[in-house]
């Protein structure tokens, strides 16, 4: 089965630009990757779907991209409110599965 | 404004049966597909299946099957997730999910608030 790997944790300081990876074979072709964001005790929220694009209310601060076999969330200019874990997502076209990422916890310094 | 509200908590024994329900509104409800996605303790996010409520079209991950139903009631636009005989380890909070359409297709862009059970040995 197909298989995404995120670090488990990245730090940053405030002010500063945080990347969190996802890996996986050929992710590029899978359709979009889309990634959540959940704060402690709360539902995830989509951040970025398809690759790059954002859904309304999330801020530009918070963009993707996709190539080769990763797939990276950016989150610039970070703010002690983007501590959470962040979680990437593929929909496996040909076995029709949503495979999620490990995720990652972001802790700001 | 779409909301996916799911039902309360529970705390059940082991071997017990328990169906968990999430009712949409706001969109209508066999257009888009539902998922279910558990979260064990301190862990991550796992898909457990998907339903399309206006047909009950069901996949599930192979890692469930066999282990929960999903099912759907169109009528009441409520989706609901199922087990026969729980174990300790089904602990955990359980979210539905709505899948996007269009350019959100094969992500869930809205969630419930999700369903914390709790069983007990």
């Known amino acids: 089965s197909y298989v995404l790997t995120q670090p488990p944790s990245v730090s940053v300081a405030p002010g500063k630009t945080a990347r969190i990876t996802c890996g996986g074979n050929?992710?590029?072709?899978?359709?979009?990757v889309h990634w959540y964001q959940q704060k402690p005790g709360q539902a995830p929220v989509l951040v970025i779907y398809s690759d790059s694009d954002r859904p309304s209310g999330i801020p530009e601060r918070l963009s993707g991209s996709t190539s080769g076999n990763t797939a990276t969330l950016t989150i610039s200019r970070v703010e002690a409110g983007d501590e959470a874990d962040y979680y990437c997502?593929?929909?496996?076209?040909?076995?029709?599965?949503?495979?999620f990422g490990g995720g990652t916890k972001l802790t700001v310094l | 404004e779409v909301q996916l509200v799911q039902s309360g908590a529970e705390v059940k024994k082991s071997g017990e049966s328990l169906k968990i329900s999430c009712k949409g509104s706001?969109?209508?409800?066999?257009?888009?597909?539902i998922g279910w996605v558990r979260q064990m303790p301190g862990k991550g996010l796992e898909w457990m299946g998907i339903i399309y409520p206006g047909d009950s079209d069901t996949t599930y991950n192979p890692s469930f099957q066999g282990q929960v139903t999903i099912s759907a009631d169109k009528s009441i636009s409520t989706a609901y997730l199922q087990w026969s005989s729980l174990k300790a380890s089904d602990s955990a909070i359980y979210y539905c999910?709505?899948?996007?359409?269009?350019?959100?297709?094969?992500?869930?862009?809205?969630w419930g608030q999700g369903t914390l059970v709790t069983v007990s040995t």
């Open positions: 999910a709505r899948g996007g359409l269009a350019a959100l297709t094969g992500c869930f862009d809205y």
């Open positions: 050929n992710i590029g072709s899978k359709g979009g």
């Open positions: 706001g969109y209508s409800f066999t257009r888009n597909w």
């Open positions: 997502q593929v929909w496996e076209t040909s076995s029709d599965r949503r495979v």
